[in-house]
T-cell receptor
């Protein structure tokens, strides 16, 4: 079974703090990794994708990938109340996209 | 432009009704997907079309019937649904289904259709 695991949370951080979201995956052959944000009742919105080991930064968001540890994370700097949502980790390998259950993030003003 | 559109936004239907969900993208993507999402759960893949051909059917009941009339359109025909089929139905598209660097397998989601089966 190809698994993608996330801490369901809820994760609560104060406004302006760094939020750290983690994801592990079991399929060592996985090639592409994605983070989606989903507000309640809305569809998933792509935040970032990452393919290579290391860090990838886009504005306040940094994705980190460690294929040896089968671990991918998302850091959100200067968290805002508008970042409060469920964050879905998705892992792709040869025509098969698997989603984690999502981590619910709450940013408190 | 990374827009995927879906209609209708909301749909209420009885168990004997026949209805269709529609999805459209004009990004030149050649892969399109149907997902089902229940509350507080991740999206579950139902069907995948690649170059207008059905390539994955994740053991979905026959009361769900997908159709891909052309590379921009994807339909999901519904017939004799059950109340447990009530969910958010999401359409997504990607450039193609090849994994690897470049983002070709990045999936972009439409806003979804909220389906309620009475």
């Amino acid at each position: 079974q190809k698994e993608v695991e996330q801490n369901s949370g809820p994760l609560s951080v104060p406004e302006g703090a760094i939020a750290s979201l983690n994801c592990t995956y079991s399929d060592r052959g996985s090639q592409s990794f994605f983070w989606y944000r989903q507000y309640s009742g809305k569809s998933p919105e792509l935040i970032m994708f990452i393919y290579s080991n290391g860090d990838k930064e886009d504005g306040r968001f940094t994705a980190q990938l460690n294929k040896a540890s089968q671990y991918v994370s998302l850091l959100i700097r200067d968290s805002q109340p508008s970042d409060s949502a469920t964050y879905l980790c998705a892992v792709y390998n040869n025509n098969d996209m698997r989603f984690g259950a999502g981590t619910r993030l709450t940013v408190k003003p | 432009d990374t827009e995927v559109t879906q209609t209708p936004k909301h749909l209420v239907m009885g168990m004997t009704n026949k209805k269709s969900l529609k999805c459209e993208q004009h990004m030149g993507h050649r892969a399109m997907y149907w997902y089902k999402q229940k509350a507080k759960k991740p999206p579950e893949l139902m069907f995948v079309y690649s170059y207008e051909k059905l390539s994955i059917n994740e053991s979905v009941p026959s009361r769900f019937s997908p159709e891909c009339p052309n590379s921009s359109l994807l339909n999901l025909h519904l017939h004799a649904l059950q109340p447990e089929d009530s969910a958010l139905y999401l359409c997504a598209s990607s450039q193609d289904r090849t994994s690897g660097a470049g983002g070709a397998d990045t999936q972009y989601f439409g806003p979804g259709t909220r389906l309620t089966v009475l």
